[in-house]
T-cell receptor, first 116, second 112 residues
């Protein structure tokens, strides 16, 4: 069975500081991995995805993530936080091409607070 | 705007009642997924339909059911509602062969 663990339910950074949100996954098949962002009272927006191509993935709004198979990790980073980055972030895994469902298994989410 | 629409945006009802949530996928997307987001359970996959047929089931209660119609819109039916069913219900769609799901804005269900 697949699972995702996000370390830290709340992360607080200062504006301009590095953002690091941690995600570890468990999967018995080559996974597809995703980061989604949810702003208050909105749906989920895809930030970036890993689908077995390049291990360093660049996404929208300056975010990137690195797939590390040996560490079963897919941490999300951004060099310099903006106030507008304050939101909830979800890491998710799917079983990719090994099945034709593609259902997402989500982590518990990390709330990012950005202080001025 | 993801291109996925959900109605209604908010729904307030009483315990024991039945409600229907509606989702229209992006144009051309054959897969529709339903997820529930609650404070205690987080985001959980409920059910997937592909071109009118049920493809996968997750942690969906027997009181809940779904279907996908020939025009590809989907409905999630929740019956004998309990207080614990209060949550945000999201619909997402995916194109065949694609990897990412596009989420609608959600329906917030409040059961009083």
């Amino acid at each position: 069975a697949q699972s995702v663990t996000q370390l830290g339910s709340h992360v607080s950074v200062s504006e301009g500081a590095l953002v690091l949100l941690r995600c570890n996954y468990s999967s018995s098949v080559p996974p597809y991995l995703f980061w989604y962002v949810q702003y208050p009272n909105q749906g989920l927006q895809l930030l970036l995805k890993y689908t077995s191509a390049a291990t360093l993935v660049k996404g929208i709004n300056g975010f990137e993530a690195e797939f590390k198979k040996s560490e079963t990790s897919f941490h999300l980073t951004k060099p310099s936080a903006h106030m507008s980055d304050a939101a909830e972030y979800f890491c998710a895994v799917s079983d990719g091409l090994s099945s034709n469902t593609g259902k997402l298994i989500f982590g518990q989410g990390t709330t990012l607070q950005v202080k001025p | 705007d993801s291109g996925v629409t959900q109605t209604p945006k908010h729904l307030i009802t009483a315990t024991g009642q039945r409600v229907t949530l509606r989702c229209s996928p992006r144009s051309g997307d054959l897969s529709v997924y339903w997820y529930q987001q609650s404070l205690d359970q987080g985001l959980q996959f409920l059910i997937q339909y592909y071109n009118g047929e049920e493809r996968a089931k997750g942690n969906i209660l027997e009181r809940f059911s779904a279907q996908q119609f020939p025009d590809l819109h989907s409905e999630l039916n929740l019956s004998s509602l309990e207080l614990g069913d209060s949550a945000l219900y999201f619909c997402a769609s995916k194109r065949t062969g694609g990897s990412e799901q596009f989420f609608g804005p959600g329906t917030r269900l409040t059961v009083l």
